[in-house]
């Protein structure tokens, strides 16, 4: 289950995602389930100018 807020990154093609509404299931690119980062990382994300 996804929670508000949290960021995942896919391993293969680095695509970032936050989540704006949690739900059900897993989060999926490039056809594997993709990563859940650590606060610290993806409050590198949030506040990078490339995010």
Known sequence: ???KNQV???DKCE???EVKRAGEG???CCG???QLLS???AESY???TSY
Do not use: G
């Open 1 to 3: 289950m996804t929670k």
């Open 8 to 10: 995942y990154k896919c």
């Open 15 to 17: 695509n970032v995602v």
């Open 26 to 28: 897993e989060l999926v």
């Open 32 to 34: 594997e389930a993709m």
């Open 39 to 41: 606060e610290e990382e």
């Open 46 to 48: 949030r506040t990078s």
